[in-house]
């Protein structure tokens, strides 16, 4: 699947938002939040059987699919890897979309055919859901044709994932630097992506939550109090750069949970502990030091920044 990263390469601390840094304790506990090993984000190279063995060792409790394996598993390695995970108590977290519906219409439809071809595979592991991210610009689009497309497109993909009882989940990308990107801006807020969802009308429709853009778009408790649970498919947690506020933060350069302080975790989590959600929560922080560090210390370093912050 096609990554931001790869996709976007064609001061003070002061400001309104409540994600701002406070001060804080560190959390102690955050139950039924549960780490997840993501290693797309983390600059991490393996296959499905060293993911899963890295999560056990390391003591992730869910791992995102690596989809281009599991799909040519037979039967019976799908049965002694689901066991594995079983016995080990892991689960599935979302696994990326692996639709380019950003660009023309056959790139779309060649990952749409992808996903129709192989989901009762991808459901046979019990994968519970899809994310992807929304890009807040575009080349030739106005906000309102740029819209009709992701409405068009977005909603095939929710009713083909709905046959099989998975969800999909939407994020917004919140830094301000990307909006001088392209010529036309596009959503880039909870709002904005509300508009979206709520025009897709699908309950298999929800919210991928990071801390990093909540901070950016500078999105308050009341632009997010409507959320409930269910509408809620995963989280990731990331902090800031010091030095830049959220006008200046950079969407390929942020740091581990609770490395910086700059943003404050503790007030996000607690929001998304509120509204019930019980679930994986990964970093993703596109940060090149993690990303060059040997394995074993990338992988300390990924866990402790989430144990520290109570998950």
């Given at each position: 699947m096609l990554n931001r990263r790869e996709f976007t390469n064609s001061i003070t601390i002061a400001g309104i938002s409540p994600f701002f840094m406070k001060t804080s304790?560190?959390?102690?506990?955050?139950?039924?939040?549960?780490?997840?090993?993501?290693?797309?984000?983390?600059?991490l190279k393996c296959n499905a059987h060293e993911l899963l063995d890295y999560a056990i060792e390391y003591k992730f409790s869910a791992i995102s699919p690596l989809l281009g394996d599991l799909i040519k598993f037979n039967e019976e390695e799908r049965k002694t890897y689901l066991s594995k995970m079983q016995i080990n108590k892991i689960e599935f977290d979302s696994g990326g979309l692996p639709i380019d519906f950003r660009s023309t219409e056959t790139k779309f439809l060649e990952g749409f055919k992808f996903l129709n071809k192989h989901l009762k595979t991808i459901s046979s592991?019990?994968?519970?859901?899809?994310?992807?991210?929304?890009?807040?610009?575009?080349?030739s689009l106005t906000y309102r044709q740029n819209f009709e497309q992701h409405h068009n497109r977005l909603s095939k993909v929710a009713n083909v994932l709905e046959q099989e009882g998975l969800k999909l989940?939407?994020?917004?990308?919140?830094?301000?630097?990307?909006?001088?990107?392209?010529?036309?801006?596009?959503?880039?807020?909870?709002?904005?992506?509300?508009?979206?969802?709520?025009?897709?009308?699908?309950?298999?429709?929800?919210?991928?939550?990071?801390?990093?853009?909540?901070?950016?778009?500078?999105?308050?408790?009341?632009?997010?109090k409507f959320l409930i649970a269910d509408d809620v498919v995963s989280?990731?947690?990331?902090?800031?750069?010091?030095?830049?506020?959220?006008?200046?933060?950079l969407d390929q350069e942020r740091e581990l949970p609770g490395d910086t302080g700059i943003i404050d975790l503790k007030y996000f989590l607690d929001f998304i502990?509120?509204?019930?959600?019980?679930?994986?929560?990964?970093?993703?922080?596109?940060?090149?030091?993690?990303?060059?560090?040997?394995?074993?210390?990338?992988?300390?370093?990924v866990r402790s920044s989430l144990f520290k912050n109570g998950i």
């Amino acid at each position: 699947m096609l990554n931001r990263r790869e996709f976007t390469n064609s001061i003070t601390i002061a400001g309104i938002s409540p994600f701002f840094m406070k001060t804080s304790e560190i959390l102690n506990s955050n139950k039924g939040l549960i780490a997840s090993l993501n290693p797309g984000a983390i600059g991490l190279k393996c296959n499905a059987h060293e993911l899963l063995d890295y999560a056990i060792e390391y003591k992730f409790s869910a791992i995102s699919p690596l989809l281009g394996d599991l799909i040519k598993f037979n039967e019976e390695e799908r049965k002694t890897y689901l066991s594995k995970m079983q016995i080990n108590k892991i689960e599935f977290d979302s696994g990326g979309l692996p639709i380019d519906f950003r660009s023309t219409e056959t790139k779309f439809l060649e990952g749409f055919k992808f996903l129709n071809k192989h989901l009762k595979t991808i459901s046979s592991f019990k994968i519970p859901s899809f994310v992807t991210w929304i890009m807040p610009t575009h080349k030739s689009l106005t906000y309102r044709q740029n819209f009709e497309q992701h409405h068009n497109r977005l909603s095939k993909v929710a009713n083909v994932l709905e046959q099989e009882g998975l969800k999909l989940g939407l994020e917004y990308v919140g830094p301000k630097t990307l909006m001088v990107r392209d010529k036309y801006p596009f959503l880039h807020t909870i709002g904005g992506l509300r508009e979206l969802i709520n025009a897709i009308g699908k309950k298999n429709v929800g919210y991928l939550l990071d801390s990093f853009h909540t901070y950016c778009a500078e999105d308050k408790l009341d632009d997010m109090k409507f959320l409930i649970a269910d509408d809620v498919v995963s989280v990731q947690l990331n902090d800031g750069v010091i030095g830049r506020n959220p006008s200046a933060q950079l969407d390929q350069e942020r740091e581990l949970p609770g490395d910086t302080g700059i943003i404050d975790l503790k007030y996000f989590l607690d929001f998304i502990h509120s509204k019930g959600y019980h679930g994986p929560v990964s970093v993703e922080p596109f940060n090149k030091r993690l990303n060059l560090m040997d394995t074993s210390l990338k992988l300390e370093r990924v866990r402790s920044s989430l144990f520290k912050n109570g998950i």
